[in-house]
């Protein structure tokens, strides 16, 4: 009898080791190819490959932000600025162009929150390092990682809370929006001699939007707002009369504007007092 019970458990290993195979050989792909697992009709499907055109516009944000560091680097902090600008707007493109085809993806997710990390967060920092930081010393790379280390904190506490906030508002300066500040404030001023005034500028405008990434400030998103209803005429020339005026001097426009908006969430705390519970992030 004993005998009989450890043949049984030897066939019972080897059949478990055989279905241990098949799934290994199920789940094998090719080397260095993506595999992700979907929910089609509630049932799990195994999908290989990624979609190519809203990562290709990830791609192009990221480009243009390791554009914008090459360019600073080489002094050339004009075309620094207005990368980083470019890649915002390819930014804003990529995750509404995969909501309009269908093709979000959890490797697009992951990919355009890295991508994100360099555009708006290694990248404003290191054009205002290389720009103004770099004659402070340990001072100057200690405002610039603030700054960086802001960008990764603010990321990093957005993807915890995908799909479990009020999108409405944001909590904390958006990267972008910072990215807009530091690269509006270099653009305007990039042609100006150094002067102490504009170095006092520069660890305010970087080291304060770090800080009001990580804060519990409450911004507005504008995801409410529709932009598929009808609207009155007049509002297609109100459009035509912001580009006329971003148009005239693109670089004071835009920094004056993003500017504003950092500081509309202090104020907005301030007059409004203590924000309510309900209200959290969204990106």
Known sequence: MTDERKNAETDAQHVSSEQKHEQVSEYEVEAGEVVE?????????????????????????????????????????????????????????????????????????????????????????????????????????????????????????????IGSVDKKFFVGLASPAAAACVAGLVWCFHEFEPSSWLTLLTIIVVGGTGVMMVSNILYRSFKDLDMRGRVPFAAILLVVLIFVVIALDPATVLFTGFLLYALSGPVRALFRGKPKRGAEESA
């Open 37 to 161: 697992e979907e929910l089609v009709e509630g049932a799990p499907v195994r999908r290989k490959g990624i979609y190519l055109l809203p990562n290709a516009l990830t791609t192009a944000s990221l480009f243009s932000g390791f554009y914008a560091i090459v360019s600073a680097a080489n002094g050339m902090f004009d075309n620094a600025a207005i990368a980083i600008f470019v890649s915002m707007i390819l930014d804003g493109l990529d995750g509404r162009v995969a909501r309009m085809t269908n093709t979000q993806s959890k490797f697009g997710e992951e990919y355009d929150s890295l991508a994100d990390m360099v555009a708006f967060g290694v990248a404003p920092g290191l054009v205002a390092f290389f720009w103004s930081l770099n004659g402070l010393g340990k001072v100057g790379w200690a405002i610039t990682f603030i700054y960086v280390a802001g960008a990764a904190l603010r990321l990093a506490r957005f993807n915890t809370q």
